[in-house]
């Protein structure tokens, strides 16, 4: 008799699973989302997304894999992380022979800002001086670095110092300890540092506009996993637009991620921060990741001067993601993306 009941549900079940479609009756695809330890400014959306469900939505049992920049490259690269939002260094490891696909972006303006302590009224002090970076290739890193030496003349081990710190808590206590005179965070820093008592000294969105927090993936992953990689993409965009028209609900992801700590913290980095995210890759601005990447690699005698960089957009599934975007009635964003 049991035997005949259960068979009865398992008909029940799977008729049920017909009626409501293909989507109900297959299982969630798993998918793995790199996440920077510490949070990162620029990957808003995915936070979002996450908290939100919208992953979830699109059929994907997607889990966050959070690990500093440099074990988060190389588990994106192996392929033990299907989606990575780390574009600069993937822009390297492109140019240097991977295999990638960049898929959706996140933001159209960088957040990394230098934030030092009070004495230091100018980018020239901070001659002599130490900071505090991530590793060597990760954005936080690549930014400050790239930015004093192009604009200020300014380079790491000739004009001043570098301290390597995993995640931007670590900078900021190092900071309150007095082992550096600055550091470089991202935008959702800002508030706290200020309440600390530091300065926020460069903008590096100011000098050096590019898109930021995209996401790859690999080549084979792309190619094997077009439905999947398509439902990324939606739940990404889903994100950016919630974010940009949802203050109040937006404080949580802010708080779980950020670690910021109130409602007045969380609404002063959304004023300032709501409509800078975009799913959407402009031309310019995603040439750009690479286009600085090449420069960086000629000064360490890692690309040829008198090569060309190659056409990025072979790096990117553009026609998958703006026929995406545009299915979906995805709103772009509006903002002025060049340096103020």
Not at 108 to 118: A, C, D, E, G, M
Request: glycine share 10%; proline share 6%.
């Amino acid at each position: 008799m049991r035997i005949v009941r259960a068979l009865l549900a398992a008909v029940a079940a799977a008729a049920i699973l017909s009626a409501l479609g293909p989507d109900a009756a297959e299982a969630q695809t798993k998918v793995t989302v790199g996440k920077v330890v510490g949070g990162v400014g620029l990957h808003i959306p995915s936070y979002i997304a996450m908290d939100k469900g919208f992953f979830k939505d699109e059929g994907l049992d997607a889990r966050f894999v959070e690990l500093a920049g440099r074990p988060l490259m190389t588990a994106g690269l192996s392929g033990n992380v299907d989606f990575i939002p780390i574009p600069s260094g993937g822009a390297q490891a492109v140019l240097s022979g991977a295999k990638l696909k960049y898929v959706v972006g996140q933001s159209l303006k960088p957040q990394w800002i230098i934030v030092t302590k009070p004495e230091i009224k100018k980018p020239e002090d901070l001659r002599g001086k130490t900071l505090g970076y991530a590793r060597v290739g990760a954005a936080d890193y690549d930014e400050g670095a790239t930015m004093l030496e192009r604009f200020f003349n300014m380079k790491v081990g000739r004009d001043y110092k570098v301290i390597q710190f995993q995640g931007e808590p670590e900078r900021i206590a190092a900071l309150s300890n007095g082992d550096i005179v600055g550091a470089l965070v991202s935008v959702p820093r800002a508030y706290q540092a200020k309440q600390a008592g530091f300065n926020v000294l460069l903008r590096t969105g100011d000098y050096l506009p590019r898109a930021g927090g995209t996401f790859w993936a690999t080549e084979e992953f792309f190619q094997k996993n077009p439905e999947t990689v398509k439902k990324f993409i939606r739940a990404i965009a889903s994100g950016v637009m919630y974010y940009r028209d949802n203050k109040a609900g937006s404080f949580a992801s802010m708080k779980e991620h950020l670690g910021v700590q109130t409602d007045e913290e969380a609404g002063v980095l959304w004023d300032e921060l709501h409509n800078t995210f975009a799913a959407e890759l402009p031309a310019d601005l995603y040439r750009e990741i690479f286009e600085s990447r090449r420069i960086d690699m000629i000064a360490a005698n890692q690309w040829p001067k008198d090569k060309p960089l190659p056409d990025p957009e072979q790096y990117l599934g553009r026609a998958l993601l703006d026929a995406t975007l545009k299915d979906m009635k995805y709103v772009p964003t509006k903002i002025d993306a060049k340096p103020n």
